[in-house]
């Protein structure tokens, strides 16, 4: 079984600034992916960034990183330089590596970028 | 990324009434497709996954008879929550992504509420 914990109350940042969201997991198999979402209020969920467990590299996409600690089971997202379109809700999931294996979510955590 | 698109996005019913959503894939194939209900201010919720041409598999606690999945072809997948009430009112999400890849997608997401 695999899961993931997202603890952190709701997150402020200023804008500009940046902000780590923190994600841990657990799981019993020996490859796997990583992926962070953004939830907006609108309700869709944007795909931002994925980590392969074999990756050597922290992924990065634009403003978004994942620092990713094998050894501590941690998979957390940097985002830098906030914009205020940042506010919304983001998700850490896990899956298998399998193509289409299925995504198991943490509880979300909630930022909200101050101007 | 990959697109999917997801009708309606927004559906109002009478209960006891059947409401049919649509999640395709636009810019590939998909074999396996995903769907998800989601509460407010709360995580996604794996309900079945969808494969083409054969049987949906459904997640446990989810009642297969309420919630028919239908995967024709390999860009649409449909959601039949039958005989809807008030109880089945929430936000539903299907996911896909391309079989070479580990990324899912989603649609937009479809906001049922059945007075």
């Known amino acids: 079984a695999q899961k993931i914990t997202q603890t952190q109350p709701g997150m402020f940042v200023q804008e500009k600034e940046a902000v780590t969201l923190d994600c841990t997991y657990d799981?019993?198999?020996?490859?796997?992916?990583l992926f962070w979402y953004k939830q907006p209020s609108s309700g869709e969920m944007i795909f931002l960034i994925y980590?392969?467990?074999?990756?050597?590299q922290n992924a990065t996409e634009g403003r978004y990183s994942l620092n990713f600690q094998k050894a501590r089971k941690s998979a957390n997202l940097v985002i830098s330089a906030s914009q205020l379109g940042d506010s919304a809700m983001y998700f850490c999931?896990?899956?298998?590596?399998?193509?289409?294996?299925?995504?198991?979510f943490g509880k979300g955590i909630t930022l909200s970028v101050r101007p | 990324g990959a697109v999917v698109s997801q009708h309606p996005s927004w559906v109002i019913c009478k209960s006891g009434t059947s409401v049919k959503i649509e999640c395709r894939s636009l810019?590939?194939?998909?074999?396996?497709m995903f769907w998800y209900r989601q509460f407010p201010k709360q995580s996604l919720m794996l309900m079945a996954t969808?494969?083409?041409?054969?049987?949906?598999?459904?997640e446990q606690g989810v009642e297969k008879d309420k919630f028919l999945i239908n995967h024709a072809s390999l860009t649409l997948s449909t959601l039949t929550v039958t005989s809807a009430h008030p109880e089945d009112s929430s936000f539903y999400i299907c996911?896909?992504?391309?079989?070479?890849?580990?990324?899912?997608?989603f649609g937009a997401g479809t906001r049922l509420s059945v007075l």
């Open positions: 999931a896990i899956s298998g590596t399998g193509a289409n294996s299925k995504l198991t």
């Open positions: 799981t019993s198999d020996p490859s796997y992916g």
């Open positions: 980590q392969g467990s074999y990756d050597q």
């Open positions: 810019d590939f194939q998909a074999t396996t």
């Open positions: 969808s494969n083409e041409g054969s049987k949906a598999t459904y």
């Open positions: 996911s896909a992504g391309p079989q070479e890849g580990n990324i899912q997608y």
